[in-house]
């Protein structure tokens, strides 16, 4: 499996990971909202780099071996894919939103300025890569320090164990990512200075009071927490036939509605 892994003592804070991103992807501008989670992630900014400690240290979906968000999704839309990272379906999304709430890293955004709101997130240059049109994503190219690699995950981890092993004083003995939340795609290595704390795994939810589902559990993968806290969710206890008939026809809305947007926009460029 692919995965990514970031020196944050060799990141610069240079944000041209940043800046790749938007370009691949095609991501216009943002736009600042009171309500946003003040950590630079947004449906339009899909990886950040947040100042801490005197590091630099870049955010993006960690790509868990076993997503929460994937569990939490009642029709699907996202999965984890033997490339390594978990990917977004919008035809099949419904705008619930309960991969927000399960996320233990609150990474997915809304788009709230699309006519047909769907949840963003970073998708490790996914389809791309598939498809041949970039051999890495387009931010580990980017990075002018090598402070963010792609590769095998295996390979990851050796790598990051040998640069602990070579450079003890330096770097704090923790490969973040290999086991947290089950283990995830995304790793990370940080200085003694610079640990990586809680806050930093769960966002700012903890500070905006914002309850997690189930109990934050190192080394533990998210989707048994998040099935337990589903299941008292009153929809679970509704008569799923019903249930599945709304859900179809909330999709076959959101497809008519994002058709008619599109037709609207083309015959605006003509
Ligand atoms: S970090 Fe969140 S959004 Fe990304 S795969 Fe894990 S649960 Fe899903
Ligand atoms: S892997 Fe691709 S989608 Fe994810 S942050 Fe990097 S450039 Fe963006
Ligand atoms: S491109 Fe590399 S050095 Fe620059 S901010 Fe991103 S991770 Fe840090």
Redesign the pocket.
């Known amino acids: 499996m692919k995965a990514i892994l970031?020196d944050i003592t060799?990141?610069?804070?240079?944000?041209?990971?940043?800046s790749?991103c938007k370009v691949i992807n095609k991501l216009p501008p943002d736009k600042p909202r009171e309500w946003q989670k003040n950590d630079g992630l947004s449906a339009r900014n899909w990886t950040s780099?947040l100042f801490k400690d005197e590091y630099?240290v870049?955010k993006q979906c960690r790509h868990c071996i076993e997503p929460a968000c994937a569990a939490a999704c009642p029709v699907g839309a996202l999965h984890k894919t033997d490339f390594g990272a978990v990917i977004y379906d919008s035809n099949k999304c419904l705008g619930c939103r309960y991969c927000m709430m399960a996320c233990p890293y609150g990474i997915p955004r809304y788009d709230w300025d699309s006519a047909v709101p769907y949840v963003r997130k970073c998708i490790m240059c996914y389809e791309n890569i598939n498809n041949g049109v970039i051999d890495q994503p387009a931010?580990t190219k980017?990075?002018?320090?090598?402070?963010?690699i792609f590769g095998e995950r295996e390979d990851l981890l050796i790598e990051a164990r040998k640069r602990i092993k070579n450079e003890p004083d330096k770097y704090l003995d923790t490969i973040y990512g290999e086991k947290e939340a089950g283990g995830t795609n995304v790793l990370y290595l940080t200085s003694k200075d610079c640990p990586l704390d809680f806050l930093f795994y769960y966002n700012n939810r903890i500070e905006k009071g914002v309850k997690l589902l189930g109990e934050p559990a190192f080394n533990q993968p998210y989707p048994p927490l998040t099935k337990k806290a589903m299941n008292s969710v009153p929809f679970a206890f509704v008569g799923m036939g019903a249930v599945m008939s709304g859900l179809y026809w909330i999709v076959k809305r959101r497809q008519k509605l994002e058709k008619e947007n599109k037709g609207a926009e083309d015959g605006k460029n003509q």
């Not at 060799?10 to 940043?18: D, F, L, R, S």
């Not at 980017?142 to 963010?148: I, M, N, Q, S, V």
């Open positions: 970031t060799k990141c610069i804070g240079c944000t041209q990971c940043v790749a780099v630099y870049r931010c980017a990075c002018p320090t090598g402070a963010t």
